[in-house]
């Protein structure tokens, strides 16, 4: 039996990220996609920053992944809502990336998270390189995530649902990673689980996807960090001040 693999294009020059398209023209689907990604993204960062004292290490944010030379070159990346990738400088060449083109950095993304906005079928299909090129088509995101790009874990976050499902690379297959004891998927390379919250984020009510530490504490933005340091301080002058009153009522001058 002869097997016949999809030509590739002839090219003699591999493009960078300079020289690809850095968007397909849509438009981000719904409101909540941009505000999640913060979300994840700025309550990670002091995790990332103590495991990278260096740095080197990105965040995409619905930004490209290019795995194949196409025409155009869209059809051959995929555009995760948001990924992490270890062990990569943050720039290249004094410039931000307009996208990570796996052939020019060769490391795969760490962990991809998609976040449905539809029925979850894009973000689940498994149509083979093989069989789209036959019916004109792309490969489906499931398949080109666990056979081409590698992530060591793939998450599907549908907050209609109030859920996520973790898939975790093994022997080059996608394999459902188990929830632990609080409901939440460890990521043990990295010492934190992901899981869902449901709270107020943003000014908006929702079962907002977030990280945890190992201990199950969760892990907070910078914004939430500053108002429990806000509110301690605010405790302690108010413990001063009664202290202070009661120093008065029994005849005795607080210092300054």
Request: proline share 8%.
């Amino acid at each position: 039996m002869t097997t016949t693999f999809p030509a590739e294009q002839p090219t003699t020059h591999l493009p960078d990220h300079t020289e690809l398209p850095d968007s397909d023209g849509t438009f981000v689907k719904n409101f909540q996609e941009h505000p999640q990604s913060i979300l994840l993204t700025d309550s990670i960062n002091p995790i990332l920053q103590k495991i990278h004292p260096d740095g080197y290490y990105c965040i995409g944010q619905d930004s490209g992944i290019y795995w194949r030379m196409t025409d155009p070159p869209q059809r051959g990346a995929e555009a995760p809502d948001w990924f992490y990738v270890a062990n990569v400088p943050p720039s290249l060449n004094g410039q931000m990336r307009r996208s990570y083109v796996l052939w020019q950095e060769y490391v795969a993304p760490l962990i991809v998270l998609e976040f449905v906005s539809g029925d979850g079928s894009e973000e689940r299909d498994k149509t083979s390189l093989w069989t789209a090129e036959s019916e004109g088509t792309k490969p489906g995101k499931f398949w080109v995530y666990e056979q081409v790009i590698h992530p060591a874990f793939y998450g599907i976050y549908e907050v209609q649902k109030s859920s996520i499902e973790v898939y975790h690379l093994v022997e080059n297959r996608f394999q459902p990673l188990p929830q632990n004891e609080r409901g939440h998927y460890p990521i043990g390379c990295l010492g934190i689980e992901l899981g869902i919250w449901q709270g107020e984020y943003q000014n908006v009510e929702l079962p907002w996807l977030r990280w945890w530490d190992s201990q199950g504490n969760l892990l907070l933005t910078g914004n939430e960090r500053a108002e429990i340091e806000y509110q301690r301080a605010e405790m302690e002058a108010q413990r001063a001040e009664r202290l202070a009153a009661q120093l008065r009522a029994l005849g005795v001058t607080p210092e300054d």
